[in-house]
Each structure stands twice: as C-alpha cells, then as structure tokens.
C-alpha cells in the first residue's frame, strides 16, 4: 500500500487504535503502516471530537426506548383489560359459546383484532 491509497472507516479508526496502544512513536507507526502523520492525526482529531456525542446520544436513545415501551406495555395492558371485560360479558350471555366462537365474534361482529392464543385463554372464559 502506498500513502496515496483510500481508507474505508472502519481502517481508519482500526489504525488509530492500534497506533495509540502501539509502544512505536507515532512517525514509527506511521511509517511501518505507509500511512502519513498527517492522516494519522486528522482521523485521531475526528474520533476524539465525535466520541463524546456516542455517550451523550445513546443515554437520550435508550432514555427514550425505556419510557416508549412503558407507553406500549400500558396501553397493552389497558387493551388487554377492555378485552378481557368484553370475552366474560360474552361468556355470561352465550355460556355455551367456546373460544373459537367468541374469537370470531369480537373479529367479525365487532372488528377487535387479537391474537387467538393470547387474547382467548380458556381460564379466562
């Protein structure tokens, strides 16, 4: 390789990495990889004014991911509350009705998409 030759990304952080924990000088690294100082210092000036923003960002994203799927669980659970009130209203009017029937009831009559097996235990009916 020549020092006239393209880096992807993922060398250029890897070279960087190897030349800090390197025991070399950095004009030895440099020179043993056919890499100019120059390149060397400018990718290192990159990843250290872009690294802080990895921290920052992934504490707000994950901050975010948590509170999201609270939302979701909550309202799961309060869907899952009104269904389950909906089923034992139908159970207690048609008491010889089974979980097939009830299923296709609440899907077709009522238009209430759920799943067969989680929304229609037999425990619940």
Known sequence: MN???KFSGAEKI???FK???SR??????????NI???SFY????????RSYRI?????????????DSRKKAEAVKIQNIAITKEIRNLKS???LWGHRRIWSYLRYRLNNVINKKKGLSHNET
């Open 3 to 5: 020092k006239l030759c």
């Open 14 to 16: 890897d070279y960087v």
């Open 19 to 21: 030349g800090i924990r």
């Open 24 to 33: 070399l000088s950095i004009r030895q690294f440099c020179n043993s990889n």
């Open 36 to 38: 100019s100082r120059t």
């Open 42 to 49: 400018n990718w290192r000036n990159k990843i250290y004014e």
């Open 55 to 67: 921290f920052e960002s992934g504490r707000n994203n994950q901050n975010k991911k948590v509170t």
């Open 93 to 95: 009017i048609h008491p």
